[in-house]
């Protein structure tokens, strides 16, 4: 299809007639890393964060009753470090205004009943979405100012299983083992902070959740949409180095933690 290969994609998804999405990070080899439940049959479900869609699409396909998929209309209404960017500037973070696009083409593609809501994950209130069986956020903590506010937040709409899959900071998890430590960014783009392994643990604690189980550090394959090193326009510098040379052929390193609402 050459819409889907003419766009940048987020999540691998796999569509009808054998097309599969050049996704950033290979979502379907995560999805078997974590406790993502095999059938979700007759629960009502919430994905935190969609873009692509790829958690949201992958509910349905276990056999949701429902799938709420929450996400951000207005790239300028992400957690944006100041100065933030003004309006009109073309600095967007999925690169477009209003309904990530990608979403909308794999929705049609897969002919789904996903329900996609525009709001800010600080916003969201049961009173307006309900409770849902099962609640699943990934990889958005990192884009968050903050992180333990969000958290609490989606708490008040968890009426069964909280599953929350971040990055983490694999260098102060080794360095900082029983510490809750990690890295700030905050350098013009909306990426805050990433945790070590503790301190992912301690951030869902701090909002009110009780860990069921949770999973030690494992690496988040990158998809065919990763740009592969080109040292002449890079540059050589430590930072990438370590990346081109260590994380690249595994992955982001992340984590998982199963929880209930306290």
Not at 10 to 24: A, C, F
Request: hydrophobic share 45%.
């Amino acid at each position: 299809m050459e819409a889907v290969a003419a766009r940048t994609w987020y999540h691998t998804i796999e569509l009808p007639g054998g097309i599969v999405t050049p996704g950033h990070f290979d979502t379907r080899t995560a999805c078997a890393r974590i406790p993502f439940p095999a059938s979700l049959a007759g629960k009502r479900c919430l994905d935190v964060g969609t873009s692509d869609g790829f958690w949201a699409f992958e509910m349905e396909r276990r056999g949701a009753r429902e799938v709420i998929a929450l996400d951000i209309d207005d790239p300028l209404e992400y957690d944006w470090p100041e100065p933030a960017p003004a309006p009109g500037t073309g600095v967007l973070a999925n690169q477009e205004l209003g309904v990530n696009s990608n979403f909308a083409l794999a929705h049609k593609a897969l002919g789904s009943q996903v329900q996609r809501i525009a709001t800010r994950v600080y916003d969201v209130v049961p009173d307006e979405l309900g409770t849902f069986d099962f609640v699943f956020m990934g990889s958005l903590m990192l884009h968050l100012r903050d992180p333990v506010l969000a958290l609490s937040r989606v708490r008040g709409l968890v009426g069964g299983e909280f599953l929350s899959n971040e990055n983490i900071s694999l260098s102060t998890t080794l360095t900082h083992p029983r510490i809750a430590a990690g890295s700030l960014h905050a350098d013009g783009y909306p990426r805050w902070w990433t945790p070590n392994l503790m301190a992912f643990r301690r951030m869902l604690r701090a909002a009110g959740f009780v860990i069921l189980s949770a999973g030690r550090p494992y690496f988040m394959p990158f998809g065919p949409g990763q740009s592969r090193p080109n040292w002449a326009l890079q540059g050589i510098t430590i930072g990438r180095i370590a990346f081109n040379l260590l994380l690249l052929p595994r992955g982001a390193p992340c984590a998982w933690a199963l929880c209930r609402a306290e």
